[in-house]
């Protein structure tokens, strides 16, 4: 059973930094993609960053300059760099990981951005 457990989360002021980290049940190589995605109240789930096995990544256009998604294979880790945080990045930040027809989510970590 492949599980995700992300850290890193918290309270920030805008125009603070932090990073999320993903750490899976094994290793990143058996999945086809991975990616961060977030869900502020009341809003729909969106995809923030991804990349793939081939290590090509993608962005939401929000986030494009600021956050930063890299992987760690030796420890089966996936991260997310925040920088230049806003108060609409406020939000639930979830790992997801992708293989065949499946995917897997994490439990979800808490960003605030407030001043």
């Known amino acids: 059973q492949v599980q995700l457990v992300e850290s890193g989360g918290g309270l920030v002021q805008p125009g603070g930094s932090l990073r999320l980290s993903c750490v899976a049940s094994?290793?990143?190589?058996?999945?086809?993609?991975m990616g961060w995605y977030r869900q502020a109240p009341g809003k729909q789930r969106d995809m923030v960053a991804e990349v793939t096995g081939g290590g090509t990544t993608n962005y939401a256009d929000s986030v494009k300059g600021r956050f930063t998604i890299s992987t760690d294979n030796a420890k089966n880790t996936v991260y997310l760099q925040m920088n230049n945080l806003k108060p609409e990045d406020t939000a639930v930040y979830s790992c997801n990981a992708r293989w065949g027809m499946y995917d897997v989510w994490g439990q979800g970590t808490q960003i605030t951005v407030s001043s």
């Open positions: 094994r290793s990143l190589f058996f999945f086809i993609r």
